[in-house]
């Protein structure tokens, strides 16, 4: 596999969090995201860069802009976010490392996942994840990259 599909990975399904979007007037059913931890985000850097191989930095409050070294130059993408409503500012900066992520290509499959309806407990929590589609589970992406050739 070439850099751009190891960032592109999916990862393990056990890795992958929901949380509920949108809901339903009487809050039974909700539209199940799903989303991945800056750790994670941090662990599929250094397994796939090594961990002198990516640095990240923020220039300015909100914004995080991550830098990999490609031969022997360093590239950098950025994003930001607003605070968020846990934990304000740290979280305003792990949403940000991970959006930079993103940027790199780091869970960005997560967005093309199809909205579900799922079941919410009575503290909007999903009672049950939905099943991910063969193309987001590393077996699955696995068997697309060898169907294409370039293993």
Request: glycine residues 12%; contains cysteine; charged residues 25%.
């Amino acid at each position: 596999m070439n850099l751009k599909d190891e960032l592109l990975k999916p990862f393990p399904v056990n890795r992958i969090h929901w949380r509920c979007g949108a809901t339903t007037k009487d809050k039974s059913k909700g539209i199940a995201l799903a989303y991945i931890d800056a750790r994670d985000v941090m662990h599929r850097l250094d397994e796939v860069l090594g961990v002198a191989g990516w640095q990240c930095r923020y220039p300015f409050e909100g914004c995080c802009e991550i830098g990999i070294e490609v031969g022997g130059q360093w590239l950098w993408k950025s994003n930001g976010a607003g605070q968020s409503d846990i934990e304000g500012e740290k979280g305003q900066y792990s949403d940000a490392f991970k959006r930079a992520g993103v940027m790199w290509g780091i869970g960005r499959y997560l967005y093309a996942l199809p909205n579900v309806w799922v079941e919410l407990d009575p503290y909007r929590k999903i009672v049950t994840p939905p099943a991910l589609p063969a193309w987001a589970t590393p077996e699955g992406y696995q068997a697309i990259i060898d169907k294409r050739g370039d293993k």
